[in-house]
Nanobody, 129 residues
């Protein structure tokens, strides 16, 4: 199992934007679910957004709806997260994951809990007020 590789994080002021990228491996089936997660210090990892392999279905946590956009480029095997109107509470380490396509449609993507060795290094997002 090759761990996902996330990039694009950084430090911005509130109201700013960042675009995260991810190369996620695993699930070699033609259909799958891709998702972004984040974990702030002292908090549980939480699901941020998910997208199916066709790009026809997207889902977001309530806290980021209207501000974040998940997308993917199949030709480049890359997942993106465009983050606009960033808030200090968005500060966290961001991770991506690839899983069974049914997880997207059932809503269980947000509670995806693989072995700890699955997760990549993540990319840090820091938003200052």
């Amino acid at each position: 199992q090759v761990q996902p590789v996330e990039s694009g994080g950084g430090s911005v002021q509130a109201g700013g934007s960042l675009r995260l990228s991810c190369a996620a491996s695993g699930y070699t089936t033609s259909r799958y679910c891709l998702a972004w997660f984040r974990q702030a210090p002292g908090k549980e990892r939480e699901g941020v957004a998910g997208i199916d392999s066709e790009g026809s279905f997207t889902t977001y946590a309530d806290s980021v709806k209207g501000r974040f956009t998940i997308s993917q480029d199949n030709a480049k095997n890359t997942l993106y997260l465009q983050m606009n109107s960033l808030k200090p509470e968005d500060t966290a380490m961001y991770y991506c994951a690839k899983m069974w396509v049914g997880n997207c449609y059932s809503g269980s993507w947000a509670s995806f809990s693989p072995p700890s060795t699955y997760w990549g290094q993540g990319t840090q997002v820091t938003v200052s007020s």
